[in-house]
């Protein structure tokens, strides 16, 4: 590998929001994004917007549940440079009373969340254990740190990536691979979050709702992504200012 790599950026659930403000943050500063959501078609307006950025966006359909998917997925990352970033953004929230919750609910909402969080940072890890370094990063939501009325099989997927995330951080921090999770203790301001909250509560209830960007979420995750060696955060909670906490 020369000595000036191109720096990679691959995203494992790259959706219209908090994936598309990743990618659009690290384009920004010169890594070639790689980019990867079930119908990958959909990336197209992102790519050309990138492209008109002058970076360089390589869409591609992804189910992150199939282990010979994502291999090749990263795989190909990592052909095209350093793979300096992995990102995983699935997310899988639904909400169903435990009575109601079917086995396939919850076993799908866990391969989503978590099996496939192990897919692609298993095979990240791989590549940046024989390149001598780079990122793994899991976004989290509040879920990972608490169950809520109607989140059993969602906060059981969440509570098992930061299980994941935590276990890879203490193994692969002294090979110089910076694992950490992001906690998203707020919702996220998305088309259908406003839609939900007009819905519910009218038109002026989303100008005082909090809400997190996704441009600040992957403001985030850059600041996380160059801090020095001697300072790694491990876990970052992220909330609006008037966010209660969760509570």
Same mark, same amino acid.
């Given at each position: 590998?020369?000595?000036?790599?191109?720096?990679?950026?691959?995203?494992?659930?790259?959706?219209?929001?908090?994936?598309? %403000?990743? +990618?659009?943050?690290?384009?920004?500063? !010169? *890594?070639?994004?790689? @980019?990867?959501?079930?119908? $990958?078609?959909?990336?197209?307006?992102?790519?050309?917007?990138?492209?008109?950025?002058?970076?360089?966006?390589?869409?591609?359909?992804?189910?992150?549940?199939?282990?010979?998917?994502?291999?090749?997925?990263?795989?190909?990352?990592?052909?095209?440079?350093?793979?300096?970033?992995?990102?995983?953004?699935?997310?899988?929230?639904?909400?169903?009373?435990?009575?109601?919750?079917?086995?396939?609910?919850?076993?799908?909402?866990?391969?989503?969340?978590?099996?496939?969080?192990?897919?692609?940072?298993?095979?990240?890890?791989?590549?940046?254990?024989?390149?001598?370094?780079?990122?793994?990063?899991?976004?989290? %939501?509040? +879920?990972?740190?608490?169950?809520?009325? !109607? *989140?059993?099989?969602? @906060?059981?997927?969440?509570? $098992?990536?930061?299980?994941?995330?935590?276990?890879?951080?203490?193994?692969?921090?002294?090979?110089?691979?910076?694992?950490?999770?992001?906690?998203?203790?707020?919702?996220?301001?998305?088309?259908?979050?406003?839609?939900?909250?007009?819905?519910?509560?009218?038109?002026?209830?989303?100008?005082?709702?909090?809400?997190?960007?996704?441009?600040?979420?992957?403001?985030?995750?850059?600041?996380?992504?160059?801090?020095?060696?001697?300072?790694?955060?491990?876990?970052?909670?992220?909330?609006?200012?008037?966010?209660?906490?969760?509570?």
């Amino acid at each position: 590998m020369s000595e000036n790599p191109t720096k990679v950026c691959a995203i494992v659930g790259a959706g219209d929001y908090i994936g598309a %403000a990743i +990618a659009r943050r690290f384009a920004k500063e !010169g *890594y070639t994004i790689v @980019a990867g959501r079930r119908g $990958g078609d959909k990336l197209k307006p992102l790519q050309q917007e990138i492209e008109a950025m002058g970076g360089t966006l390589v869409a591609k359909s992804l189910d992150a549940r199939s282990e010979e998917e994502v291999d090749a997925f990263v795989a190909e990352a990592a052909a095209l440079g350093e793979l300096s970033m992995l990102v995983f953004n699935i997310g899988g929230n639904v909400n169903f009373p435990i009575a109601e919750t079917t086995e396939r609910v919850f076993r799908k909402v866990w391969m989503m969340a978590c099996y496939s969080g192990f897919l692609a940072g298993r095979a990240a890890a791989r590549v940046m254990l024989e390149q001598g370094s780079g990122s793994i990063f899991f976004t989290g %939501a509040t +879920a990972s740190m608490r169950g809520g009325p !109607g *989140y059993g099989a969602f @906060a059981s997927a969440k509570f $098992g990536l930061r299980g994941l995330a935590q276990s890879m951080a203490r193994e692969l921090g002294q090979s110089n691979i910076h694992v950490a999770h992001l906690v998203i203790d707020s919702a996220v301001d998305t088309e259908w979050v406003r839609q939900i909250i007009t819905e519910r509560a009218g038109e002026d209830a989303y100008a005082t709702t909090p809400l997190v960007k996704p441009e600040s979420i992957a403001e985030a995750y850059w600041t996380l992504h160059n801090q020095p060696k001697d300072c790694w955060t491990f876990e970052m909670d992220v909330r609006p200012h008037n966010e209660s906490f969760g509570g």
